[in-house]
Protein backbone atom coordinates (compact mmCIF):
# COMPACT_ATOMS: atom_id res chain seq x y z
CA UNK A 1 0.00 0.00 0.00
CA UNK A 2 1.65 2.80 -1.01
CA UNK A 3 2.06 5.58 1.65
CA UNK A 4 -0.07 8.79 1.16
CA UNK A 5 1.84 12.38 0.71
CA UNK A 6 -0.14 15.25 1.12
CA UNK A 7 -0.21 18.43 -1.29
CA UNK A 8 1.74 20.75 0.49
CA UNK A 9 -0.49 23.95 -1.15
CA UNK A 10 -3.38 22.69 -0.41
CA UNK A 11 -2.20 22.39 3.35
CA UNK A 12 -1.61 26.28 3.33
CA UNK A 13 -4.41 27.11 0.66
CA UNK A 14 -7.08 24.80 3.86
CA UNK A 15 -5.11 27.09 6.60
CA UNK A 16 -5.74 30.54 4.91
CA UNK A 17 -9.30 29.06 4.13
CA UNK A 18 -10.00 28.61 7.83
CA UNK A 19 -8.66 31.64 8.69
CA UNK A 20 -10.87 33.81 6.38
CA UNK A 21 -14.30 31.37 7.57
CA UNK A 22 -13.35 32.10 10.67
CA UNK A 23 -13.18 35.72 10.46
CA UNK A 24 -16.48 35.68 8.41
CA UNK A 25 -17.79 34.24 11.08
CA UNK A 26 -16.90 36.51 13.49
CA UNK A 27 -18.00 39.50 11.31
CA UNK A 28 -21.20 38.20 10.50
CA UNK A 29 -22.00 37.71 14.44
CA UNK A 30 -21.01 41.38 14.82
CA UNK A 31 -23.33 42.36 11.92
CA UNK A 32 -26.20 40.84 13.34
CA UNK A 33 -25.31 42.32 16.47
CA UNK A 34 -24.19 39.14 18.29
CA UNK A 35 -20.87 38.03 20.51
CA UNK A 36 -18.95 36.38 17.39
CA UNK A 37 -18.12 33.95 20.91
CA UNK A 38 -21.78 32.85 20.80
CA UNK A 39 -21.25 31.30 17.42
CA UNK A 40 -19.33 28.18 17.05
CA UNK A 41 -17.52 27.07 13.59
CA UNK A 42 -17.53 23.58 12.75
CA UNK A 43 -15.13 22.04 10.28
CA UNK A 44 -16.99 19.41 8.49
CA UNK A 45 -14.37 16.71 7.35
CA UNK A 46 -16.36 14.35 5.14
CA UNK A 47 -14.02 12.62 2.55
CA UNK A 48 -11.24 15.01 4.05
CA UNK A 49 -7.62 13.08 4.68
CA UNK A 50 -6.53 13.44 8.50
CA UNK A 51 -3.49 15.07 6.86
CA UNK A 52 -5.75 18.15 5.96
CA UNK A 53 -7.20 18.03 9.02
CA UNK A 54 -4.94 18.08 11.36
CA UNK A 55 -3.13 21.50 10.49
CA UNK A 56 -6.46 23.54 10.98
CA UNK A 57 -7.04 21.49 14.55
CA UNK A 58 -3.45 22.61 15.56
CA UNK A 59 -4.40 26.22 14.63
CA UNK A 60 -6.95 26.19 17.46
CA UNK A 61 -10.51 24.78 15.55
CA UNK A 62 -12.31 22.68 18.62
CA UNK A 63 -15.17 21.30 16.94
CA UNK A 64 -15.48 19.03 13.78
CA UNK A 65 -18.33 16.95 12.21
CA UNK A 66 -18.55 13.52 10.34
CA UNK A 67 -21.28 12.55 8.10
CA UNK A 68 -20.16 8.82 8.28
CA UNK A 69 -19.94 6.75 11.37
CA UNK A 70 -17.31 4.39 9.49
CA UNK A 71 -15.05 6.89 8.16
CA UNK A 72 -15.04 8.93 11.40
CA UNK A 73 -13.82 5.67 13.19
CA UNK A 74 -11.54 4.91 10.79
CA UNK A 75 -9.60 8.19 10.54
CA UNK A 76 -9.78 9.27 14.69
CA UNK A 77 -6.77 7.75 15.50
CA UNK A 78 -4.89 9.80 12.69
CA UNK A 79 -6.52 13.09 14.15
CA UNK A 80 -4.98 15.11 16.49
CA UNK A 81 -8.37 15.40 18.65
CA UNK A 82 -7.49 16.67 22.30
CA UNK A 83 -9.44 19.56 23.47
CA UNK A 84 -11.68 18.73 20.27
CA UNK A 85 -15.04 18.14 20.27
CA UNK A 86 -16.88 15.76 17.87
CA UNK A 87 -20.33 15.63 16.37
CA UNK A 88 -22.00 12.70 14.11
CA UNK A 89 -24.10 15.36 11.26
CA UNK A 90 -24.67 13.02 8.97
CA UNK A 91 -28.41 10.35 8.50
CA UNK A 92 -27.51 7.50 11.41
CA UNK A 93 -29.23 4.24 10.55
CA UNK A 94 -30.32 2.79 14.26
CA UNK A 95 -28.31 -0.29 13.72
CA UNK A 96 -24.99 1.73 13.58
CA UNK A 97 -25.83 3.38 16.81
CA UNK A 98 -23.51 0.92 18.87
CA UNK A 99 -20.75 1.75 17.24
CA UNK A 100 -21.18 5.39 17.77
CA UNK A 101 -22.17 6.23 21.11
CA UNK A 102 -19.26 6.87 23.51
CA UNK A 103 -17.30 7.63 20.11
CA UNK A 104 -18.56 11.11 19.57
CA UNK A 105 -19.94 14.02 21.88
CA UNK A 106 -22.95 14.68 20.19
CA UNK A 107 -24.91 13.01 17.26
CA UNK A 108 -27.24 15.88 15.75
CA UNK A 109 -29.02 13.70 12.81
CA UNK A 110 -31.34 12.34 15.53
CA UNK A 111 -35.03 12.66 13.66
CA UNK A 112 -37.03 9.72 15.38
CA UNK A 113 -38.02 7.71 18.41
CA UNK A 114 -36.93 4.95 17.33
CA UNK A 115 -33.15 5.86 16.72
CA UNK A 116 -33.50 7.58 19.87
CA UNK A 117 -34.75 4.58 21.67
CA UNK A 118 -31.43 3.09 19.79
CA UNK A 119 -28.90 5.73 20.64
CA UNK A 120 -30.42 5.80 25.20
CA UNK A 121 -30.06 1.71 24.88
CA UNK A 122 -26.40 1.57 23.59
CA UNK A 123 -26.00 4.36 26.19
CA UNK A 124 -26.92 2.38 29.28
CA UNK A 125 -25.15 -0.45 27.64
CA UNK A 126 -21.93 1.86 27.56
CA UNK A 127 -22.44 3.65 30.99
CA UNK A 128 -22.42 7.38 29.37
CA UNK A 129 -25.01 9.91 28.43
CA UNK A 130 -25.24 10.85 24.91
CA UNK A 131 -26.01 14.56 23.85
CA UNK A 132 -27.97 14.69 20.72
CA UNK A 133 -29.77 17.67 18.36
CA UNK A 134 -32.96 16.64 17.47
CA UNK A 135 -32.83 16.96 13.36
CA UNK A 136 -35.75 19.20 11.54
CA UNK A 137 -36.89 19.17 8.38
CA UNK A 138 -37.81 22.62 7.73
CA UNK A 139 -38.60 22.42 4.13
CA UNK A 140 -40.78 18.83 4.13
CA UNK A 141 -38.40 17.52 1.35
CA UNK A 142 -39.42 13.80 0.92
CA UNK A 143 -35.23 12.79 -0.23
CA UNK A 144 -34.15 14.53 3.29
CA UNK A 145 -34.22 13.28 6.86
CA UNK A 146 -35.74 15.09 10.07
CA UNK A 147 -38.67 15.64 11.63
CA UNK A 148 -41.15 17.78 10.17
CA UNK A 149 -41.80 20.94 12.38
CA UNK A 150 -45.34 19.82 13.66
CA UNK A 151 -44.06 17.01 15.29
CA UNK A 152 -41.56 17.99 16.94
CA UNK A 153 -42.81 18.98 20.19
CA UNK A 154 -44.23 15.37 19.99
CA UNK A 155 -40.65 14.00 19.53
CA UNK A 156 -39.09 15.96 22.23
CA UNK A 157 -41.84 15.02 24.60
CA UNK A 158 -41.21 11.32 24.05
CA UNK A 159 -37.51 11.52 23.94
CA UNK A 160 -37.25 13.66 27.05
CA UNK A 161 -38.22 10.22 28.92
CA UNK A 162 -35.32 7.81 27.72
CA UNK A 163 -32.51 7.07 29.79
CA UNK A 164 -28.79 8.65 28.80
CA UNK A 165 -29.42 10.83 26.49
CA UNK A 166 -30.05 14.29 26.45
CA UNK A 167 -31.56 16.59 23.76
CA UNK A 168 -29.40 19.86 23.32
CA UNK A 169 -31.33 21.45 20.82
CA UNK A 170 -31.71 21.51 17.14
CA UNK A 171 -30.15 21.04 13.56
CA UNK A 172 -31.65 21.37 10.13
CA UNK A 173 -30.42 21.62 6.42
CA UNK A 174 -33.04 23.98 4.28
CA UNK A 175 -33.58 23.19 0.53
CA UNK A 176 -31.48 24.63 -2.15
CA UNK A 177 -32.83 28.17 -2.83
CA UNK A 178 -31.98 32.29 -2.91
CA UNK A 179 -30.56 33.66 0.22
CA UNK A 180 -33.75 35.61 0.95
CA UNK A 181 -35.54 32.11 1.14
CA UNK A 182 -33.01 30.48 3.06
CA UNK A 183 -33.37 32.69 5.39
CA UNK A 184 -37.29 32.47 6.04
CA UNK A 185 -36.27 28.99 6.99
CA UNK A 186 -33.98 29.75 9.53
CA UNK A 187 -36.08 32.14 11.22
CA UNK A 188 -38.86 29.29 11.23
CA UNK A 189 -36.34 27.65 12.57
CA UNK A 190 -35.37 29.90 15.64
CA UNK A 191 -38.82 30.67 15.92
CA UNK A 192 -39.37 27.10 16.83
CA UNK A 193 -35.96 27.06 18.46
CA UNK A 194 -37.13 29.83 20.77
CA UNK A 195 -40.99 28.48 21.48
CA UNK A 196 -39.75 25.03 22.69
CA UNK A 197 -36.90 27.39 25.26
CA UNK A 198 -39.97 29.14 26.43
CA UNK A 199 -41.77 25.89 27.44
CA UNK A 200 -38.93 24.97 29.54
CA UNK A 201 -39.04 20.82 28.87
CA UNK A 202 -37.75 18.61 31.59
CA UNK A 203 -34.99 17.00 30.62
CA UNK A 204 -34.76 19.10 27.13
CA UNK A 205 -32.28 21.93 26.82
CA UNK A 206 -32.44 24.33 24.09
CA UNK A 207 -28.75 25.62 23.88
CA UNK A 208 -27.85 24.58 20.00
CA UNK A 209 -29.16 25.58 17.03
CA UNK A 210 -27.02 24.29 13.97
CA UNK A 211 -27.88 25.20 10.69
CA UNK A 212 -25.54 27.05 7.93
CA UNK A 213 -23.25 25.48 5.92
CA UNK A 214 -20.54 27.19 3.18
CA UNK A 215 -22.77 28.85 0.94
CA UNK A 216 -25.22 30.14 3.35
CA UNK A 217 -23.89 30.37 6.91
CA UNK A 218 -23.98 34.20 7.15
CA UNK A 219 -27.83 34.38 6.26
CA UNK A 220 -27.75 31.45 9.41
CA UNK A 221 -26.20 33.33 11.74
CA UNK A 222 -28.32 36.63 10.88
CA UNK A 223 -31.23 34.68 11.97
CA UNK A 224 -30.08 32.81 15.24
CA UNK A 225 -27.75 30.02 14.45
CA UNK A 226 -24.66 28.96 16.50
CA UNK A 227 -23.28 26.18 15.65
CA UNK A 228 -22.02 26.42 11.36
CA UNK A 229 -21.29 23.70 9.45
CA UNK A 230 -18.31 24.38 7.49
CA UNK A 231 -16.56 21.78 5.10
CA UNK A 232 -16.21 23.04 1.46
CA UNK A 233 -15.24 26.89 1.86
CA UNK A 234 -12.43 25.43 4.52
CA UNK A 235 -10.89 22.24 2.92
CA UNK A 236 -12.31 22.44 -1.06
CA UNK A 237 -14.38 20.89 -3.27
CA UNK A 238 -15.76 17.51 -1.99
CA UNK A 239 -14.55 14.03 -3.16
CA UNK A 240 -17.00 11.28 -3.34
CA UNK A 241 -16.34 7.73 -2.99
Same mark, same amino acid.
Given at each position: ?????????????????Y?????????????????????????????????????????????????????F???????????????????????????????????????? &?K???? &????????????????????????? +????? &????????????????????????????????E?????????????D?????????????????????????????????????A??G?? +???
Open positions: MERFIPDEKRIEQTIDNRRVKNQVAEAAIKANRNPDDVRLMCVTKTVEAEYINPVLDMGADLIGENRVQELGKKDALHLERVEKHLIGHLQSNKAKQIVGEVDMIESVDS &ILAKE &ISRQSVIKEVNTNILVEVNVGKEES +KSGIF &IEGLEELLYQIAELPNIRVKGLMTIPPICDENARRYFASMFKSFVIKDKRMDNIDMEILSMGMSGDYESAIAEGSNIVRVGSIFAR +KYF
